[in-house]
């Protein structure tokens, strides 16, 4: 299985409701085990990342008025993203691996984008 990422709205009663993904654009957030060994990892929570790390215990829902705290994180993972590689993954694989996390991080932040703009969340599940 894979984690796609998602943009929610929350419907009147507090329900949320994932919109289509736009044509062109990848939902990729990595595979299911990434929730522990990547985005859950000890060298991610170790830069203080407070969001990505929940993926270990649960989906993620990132609230509309937090979506600028999740931008600056993944700013945050990207400028780190060879530490998050290396520390992840064994390092006969480490080029594959490192362009995996940086393929799912543009497609997290380009969701993430999508989402302030329309006011809305960003689900990862």
Do not use: Y
């Amino acid at each position: 299985m894979s984690l796609c990422v998602d943009v929610f709205v929350r419907d009147a009663t507090g329900e949320w409701l994932v919109l289509d993904v736009p044509e062109g654009c990848n939902d990729s957030a990595g595979f299911e085990i990434w929730r522990e060994t990547v985005w859950g990892s000890e060298t991610v929570r170790s830069l203080g990342a407070r969001f990505m790390p929940v993926l270990a215990v649960s989906n993620l829902f990132v609230e509309a008025d937090t979506v600028v705290e999740f931008l600056e994180e993944i700013a945050l993972l990207r400028a780190n993203l060879k530490l998050i590689a290396t520390t992840t993954r064994r390092p006969r694989e480490l080029a594959e691996h490192e362009s995996g996390i940086e393929s799912r991080l543009d497609n997290i932040e380009a969701t993430a984008l999508r989402a302030q703009e329309l006011g809305a969340g960003v689900l990862i599940w």
